[in-house]
T-cell receptor, first 113, second 112 residues
Framework: NAGVTQTPKFRVLKTGQSMTLLCAQD?????MYWYRQDPGMGLRLIHY???????AKGEVPDGYNVSRLKKQNFLLGLESAAPSQTSVYFC????????????FGPGTRLTVT | KQEVTQIPAALSVPEGENLVLNCSFT??????LQWFRQDPGKGLTSLLL?????REQTSGRLNASLDKSSGRSTLYIAASQPGDSATYLC???????????FGTGTRLTVIP
């Protein structure tokens, strides 16, 4: 049981490049989330999904797109990376019922130069 | 917009002490409040979740309380150990879809 995994762990991009971050969970959770963590800012919600095929905007969605084609996967895309998107990105998942406890992945450290 | 504040930003205590971490939030219309632990370079681990109708939750040496009307929560750690050293984050769910607003955390160091 791997829980929540994220790929890649580290990435350096040049301004204007694109990339996709992959999040996978094996707990059959309905809800999935993408957060970014910046020094002094805490974690902020980028996008979330309450089920396969559905996505919604969080607190800081600009510059990002997401897709949830399969229940176990949640992809975060950066179409044209900017230095302001340098951050640590965390994926999380939770069940729609029960404890609502969120399980987090180990994070992806992204640097945009 | 919901704002979550954690004071102090950092705290050092000798091993064995009992301690309290504080969390305050500006909008009391919440579904639940959660406490997490984050070790350096790692993801978050859920510690306790308090539903809006509850006053407290306990897990081992940890006890979290919630006073929704005053917008406050505390995390009590009994008999602290060096392994408790980490950053502790609180977060509130305002939407019912578990969309969390996080505080900036308290970095705890327990000195052996």
């Amino acid at each position: 049981n791997a829980g929540v995994t994220q790929t890649p762990k580290f990435r350096v991009l040049k301004t204007g490049q694109s990339m996709t971050l992959l999040c996978a969970q094996d707990m059959n959770h309905e809800y999935m989330y993408w957060y970014r963590q910046d020094p002094g800012m805490g974690l902020r919600l980028i996008h979330y999904s309450v089920g396969e095929g559905t996505t919604a905007k969080g607190e800081v969605p600009d510059g990002y797109n997401v897709s949830r084609l399969k229940k176990q996967n949640f992809l975060l895309g950066l179409e044209s990376a900017a230095p302001s998107q340098t951050s640590v990105y965390f994926c999380a998942s939770s069940s729609r019922t029960g404890s609502y406890e969120q399980y987090f992945g180990p994070g992806t450290r992204l640097t945009v130069t | 917009k919901q704002e979550v504040t954690q004071i102090p930003a950092a705290l050092s205590v000798p091993e064995g002490e009992n301690l309290v971490l504080n969390c305050s939030f500006t909008d009391s219309a919440i579904y639940n409040l959660q406490w997490f632990r984050q070790d350096p370079g790692k993801g978050l681990t859920s510690l306790l979740l308090i539903q809006s109708s509850q006053r407290e939750q306990t897990s081992g040496r940890l006890n979290a309380s919630l006073d929704k009307s005053s917008g406050r929560s505390t995390l009590y750690i009994a008999a602290s150990q060096p392994g408790d050293s980490a950053t502790y984050l609180c977060a509130v769910d305002q939407t019912g879809a578990n969309n969390l607003f996080f505080g900036t955390g308290t970095r705890l160091t327990v000195i052996p």
